[in-house]
């Protein structure tokens, strides 16, 4: 039977969906992000799946989501998107130390993945932490510096961009130390996934393929980086894309 089990990491609110035997076992773990706007509970049918094939699934709330939701308005909590982003970076070796504390991940197999502002994190993560094993990006971009420009553009067309210029440069700075795109030698190799609608509108294809087209050449075995693309799909994961990425940890956790 699968359990799922609510849990404060160092003050994360996270689901860990676990078969209940295994509870008390070290087991390969999956940390998976949701996205901007959406909460910790709605990936459980990807936890469930990968629990079945004996990983230890968590799912934390990244800042200003599900049960660290505060009274914001809509366009601060849009102005606050890189923070979360980067916050969850910091929380994700938070998490890894607890779980090391409690010797819970078993030979060091430890994964990450995430959809939308979870792939993003996914991607920034990748460039601080070599101990992450195996990834899997769903609809985000790993051209985080890029991706920031054309926010900011957007809401500086509509009026809507109440922060000062240096404030945006400053930010620009801060995520080029974490932009996957400008460090892909920082992958050294370990299995990485994309998976990503041909028509989305909100994160832009191109952002991933681009990317894996040139990352993929620093690759020694090409089976370990693969891109699935899906036509006429817009910002939402498929059934496929959730069974691929299941079958992506099986394959390489």
Same mark, same amino acid.
């Given at each position: 039977?699968?359990? +799922?089990?609510?849990?404060? *990491?160092?003050? +994360?609110?996270?689901?860990?969906? &676990?078969?209940?035997?295994?509870?008390? /076992?070290?087991?390969?773990?999956? &940390?998976?992000?949701?996205? !901007?706007?959406?909460?910790?509970?709605?990936?459980?049918? +990807?936890?469930?799946?990968?629990?079945?094939?004996?990983?230890?699934?968590?799912?934390?709330?990244?800042?200003? @989501?599900?049960?660290?939701?505060?009274?914001?308005?809509?366009?601060?909590?849009?102005?606050?998107?890189?923070? +979360?982003?980067?916050?969850?970076?910091?929380?994700?070796? *938070?998490?890894?130390?607890?779980?090391?504390?409690?010797?819970?991940?078993? $030979?060091?197999?430890?994964?990450?993945?995430?959809?939308?502002?979870?792939?993003?994190?996914?991607?920034?993560?990748?460039?601080?932490?070599?101990?992450?094993?195996?990834?899997?990006?769903?609809?985000?971009?790993?051209?985080?510096?890029?991706?920031? /420009?054309?926010?900011?553009?957007?809401?500086?067309?509509?009026?809507?961009?109440? &922060?000062?210029?240096?404030?945006? $440069?400053?930010?620009?700075?801060?995520?080029?130390?974490? $932009?996957?795109?400008?460090?892909?030698?920082?992958?050294?190799? %370990?299995?990485?996934?994309?998976?990503?609608?041909?028509?989305?509108?909100?994160?832009?294809?191109?952002?991933?393929?681009?990317?894996?087209?040139?990352?993929?050449?620093?690759? $020694?075995?090409?089976?370990?980086? %693969?891109?699935?693309?899906?036509?006429? %799909?817009?910002?939402?994961?498929?059934? !496929?894309?959730?069974?691929?990425?299941?079958?992506?940890?099986?394959? @390489?956790?």
């Amino acid at each position: 039977m699968i359990g +799922i089990y609510k849990e404060n *990491i160092a003050s +994360i609110p996270s689901l860990i969906i &676990v078969k209940e035997q295994n509870k008390q /076992k070290a087991l390969p773990v999956v &940390v998976y992000f949701h996205g !901007f706007t959406s909460a910790k509970e709605h990936n459980l049918p +990807i936890a469930y799946l990968l629990a079945e094939k004996g990983y230890r699934v968590l799912l934390p709330d990244s800042k200003y @989501h599900g049960e660290r939701e505060i009274e914001m308005s809509a366009i601060k909590k849009q102005i606050s998107f890189w923070d +979360i982003v980067l916050q969850n970076v910091k929380e994700l070796g *938070i998490i890894k130390e607890y779980l090391d504390e409690q010797k819970l991940i078993l $030979d060091n197999r430890f994964g990450v993945a995430g959809t939308s502002m979870g792939g993003i994190t996914t991607t920034a993560s990748l460039t601080t932490y070599p101990w992450i094993k195996t990834a899997a990006v769903l609809m985000g971009s790993p051209k985080i510096t890029t991706y920031a /420009k054309t926010l900011v553009d957007s809401f500086q067309k509509e009026g809507d961009l109440p &922060v000062s210029e240096a404030t945006i $440069d400053e930010l620009y700075k801060q995520l080029g130390q974490y $932009d996957l795109s400008k460090q892909p030698e920082k992958l050294d190799n %370990r299995p990485l996934l994309f998976w990503h609608g041909e028509s989305d509108p909100v994160v832009p294809f191109d952002h991933s393929y681009t990317f894996y087209e040139t990352a993929s050449k620093l690759y $020694d075995n090409p089976e370990t980086i %693969r891109f699935i693309k899906e036509k006429n %799909r817009g910002h939402k994961v498929s059934r !496929f894309a959730t069974l691929e990425t299941v079958k992506w940890f099986e394959a @390489h956790l």
